[in-house]
């Protein structure tokens, strides 16, 4: 079956960055597209970025020109790097591939504030 573990969240200050990783498993990574979703509490879950297999990337408004998408196909991993952290990025972020299938992993809880 599908796995997604995400590993990389914590506390950060507004303005910092940081690094998610998504290792998944059960699926055939190199072929999917991949994407990084986030729910504040409160909200519903939504898209902030996602790459398709020829790497192509697209991301949502909010987070444009703050935080790149990247994936190793090698390691079956996804990555999101994110720069200039603000208060309203706060959320819990999984991957997932895009579409979404059933299956989430537990996610990382990213927590900007000073």
């Known amino acids: 079956q599908v796995q997604l573990v995400e590993s990389g969240g914590g506390l950060v200050q507004p303005g910092g960055s940081m690094r998610l990783s998504c290792t998944a498993s059960?699926?055939?990574?190199?072929?999917?597209?991949m994407g990084w979703y986030r729910q504040a509490p409160g909200k519903q879950r939504e898209l902030v970025a996602r790459i398709a297999s020829s790497t192509v990337t697209n991301y949502d408004d909010s987070v444009k020109g703050r935080f790149t998408i990247s994936r190793d196909n090698a390691k079956s991993t996804v990555y999101l790097e994110m720069n200039s952290l603000k208060p309203e990025d706060t959320a819990v972020y999984y991957c997932?591939?895009?579409?979404?299938?059933?299956?989430w992993g537990q996610g990382t809880q990213v927590t900007v504030s000073s």
């Open positions: 997932n591939t895009y579409p979404a299938s059933a299956s």
């Open positions: 059960g699926i055939a990574f190199r072929l999917s597209s």
